[in-house]
């Protein structure tokens, strides 16, 4: 890819999701068959146990090398987690999806997990407007075809302003342009802000406001259904990580590193290697909650601080029962007075049968909700709730909420692009800086954000140091300094929430 922001065709973006899209299983073949490497072993510190190094750990396991994981929970998975209170009914409080199963190799690793998925892309949405009428089926289909049409706006302003060689600006700041020449009406504008709302932020975990209109679809999608874990997703973790020296509890706080070799300081005793594959997120970095010596390389801050972590929180809700199973629709849509407040809620009574309700809320909304009780949070739902469908539905029997922006050991949920950062920002955060590689949804251009993006930068990190052991070469602290090009903006990066 070349430095300066281009055009882009059909035909190009048709390319480029082909080319993305089926490298995942031949980089990941590729991988495997390059780290066999007879008579030369590395001891290797792998710092994070989510699917991105216990990925690396696996494929440096397998290739002979002595790997210890450290992970600062007391379980593995990461930002994939399974709760298991219920134990007949377990809930996804992070990653829930595989996004594309043709060519995904989450798809393989689920069949070796013998995890259980069911598609979730058959499911309907409706929308409820704020006083709880659900709209018509005319003024549903309006409300979409009105969006797609947006869509296909913001496609052109982009290009328009590429073209005419005017800078980024986030995606509401065009959203507003698009929508003062349409001269839509207030109601028009307040159920388009929903389907934004669900389809946009809610994917990328932020608010419009901060989101780049040049890059908010950046990137390839695997064709092939969405699917959920009605058993949970961890057994994929669990597959992963079977066979690994996994040491949970372990709170890194620094990371020494010079030519010889790698030191990793924790809460419960040192940690040596000769090289160490970092995955800790995007937020954590942005914290610089564990100290690196020397600092990391100047253009590697850069990213970090480019790059931005959203924030998606969950409200599961367990009713005694599914008083909204009339409606036959797996996402319930609600036009709220405050933009994004309760806008998407999944219906797992279409999944699988279970009376629950899993309340998605992201940006400003889900930062508001992690200051707030229990108690509180679940009484602005079921305030909610209840203009939807009326005063007499139950309470619920239990919740769930995750407050992933106040967990430490996450900071945020995953990545996006603001304007002022691009996709040379992801391969920058991925460069290795001397003997510290990196790993993680982050470091992953194509699929940044995503469960497999995740995994596939977990393989490609044990990749680069299974060619180092084979043919060391120089590396020293600092080299990462080259500036990262700037990709032009890509096609759709996953289907939209819908």
């Known amino acids: ?172 700041a065009a959203v507003d342009e698009i929508l003062q020449e349409q001269a839509v009406t207030e109601e028009e504008r307040r159920r388009l802000r929903l389907a934004v709302n669900a389809s946009i932020e809610q994917e990328f975990a932020a608010a419009a406001e901060e989101i780049s209109l040049y890059y908010w679809d950046w990137g390839p999608s695997f064709d092939g259904p969405n699917v959920l874990f009605p058993q949970g997703y961890d057994r994929v973790a669990a597959t992963l990580g079977s066979q690994l020296d996994v040491r949970t509890g372990h709170v890194a706080s620094q990371i020494r590193h010079d030519a010889a070799g790698v030191t990793v300081l924790t809460d419960q005793g040192d940690f040596e290697g000769d090289y160490a594959v970092v995955t800790l997120p995007l937020g954590v970095l942005k914290a610089a909650a564990v100290r690196f010596d020397p600092p990391l390389p100047a253009a590697k801050r850069g990213a970090i601080d480019r790059l931005g972590m959203g924030v998606l929180n969950k409200v599961v809700l367990r009713f005694p029962r599914a008083f909204w199973a009339d409606a036959g629709v797996l996402y319930l849509g609600y036009i709220a007075k405050d933009t994004g407040e309760w806008s998407t809620n999944m219906s797992f009574h279409e999944v699988d049968g279970r009376p629950t309700l899993v309340c998605f809320s992201t940006a400003s909304h889900a930062r508001d909700l992690e200051e707030m009780s229990d108690e509180a949070i679940i009484a602005a739902a079921m305030d909610v709730l209840r203009t939807m469908f009326g005063a007499n539905i139950p309470d619920p029997e239990s919740w769930l909420i995750t407050r992933w922006l106040r967990d430490p050991y996450a900071r945020g949920s995953y990545s996006y692009m603001p304007p002022g950062a691009t996709p040379g920002d992801y391969d920058e955060l991925a460069r290795p800086a001397g003997r510290l590689h990196f790993a993680g949804e982050a470091t992953h251009k194509g699929h940044a954000s995503t469960v497999h993006g995740a995994y596939l930068s977990g393989v490609r990190a044990a990749q680069e140091i299974a060619t180092r052991v084979a043919a060391p070469r120089p590396s020293p602290v600092g080299s990462s300094e080259v500036a990262a090009a700037a990709p032009p903006p890509g096609g759709h990066r996953r289907r939209l929430l819908r």
């Open 1 to 172: 890819m070349h430095a300066a922001v281009c055009t882009r065709g059909m035909q190009r973006r048709q390319w480029l999701k082909l080319l993305l899209a089926t490298s995942g299983a031949r980089f990941v073949a590729a991988c495997s068959a390059a780290q066999a490497i007879p008579g030369k072993s590395a001891r290797v510190i792998v710092i994070g146990a989510g699917i991105a190094g216990l990925a690396a750990a696996r494929e440096l396991h397998r290739a002979g090398h002595v790997v210890t994981v450290l992970e600062a929970r007391d379980r593995i998975g990461g930002r994939v987690w399974t709760d298991r209170s219920r134990p007949d009914e377990p809930v996804d409080l992070g990653a829930a999806w595989i996004h594309g199963t043709d060519g995904n190799p989450i798809t393989q690793l689920a069949a070796d997990s013998d995890a259980e998925t069911i598609p979730t892309d058959s499911g309907s949405w409706w929308t409820w407007d704020t006083d709880g009428r659900m709209l018509t089926t005319e003024e549903e289909a309006a409300l979409w075809t009105a969006f797609d049409a947006l869509l296909e706006r913001l496609d052109a302003l982009r290009e328009r302003r590429i073209a005419s060689g005017e800078g980024d600006i986030p995606l509401a």
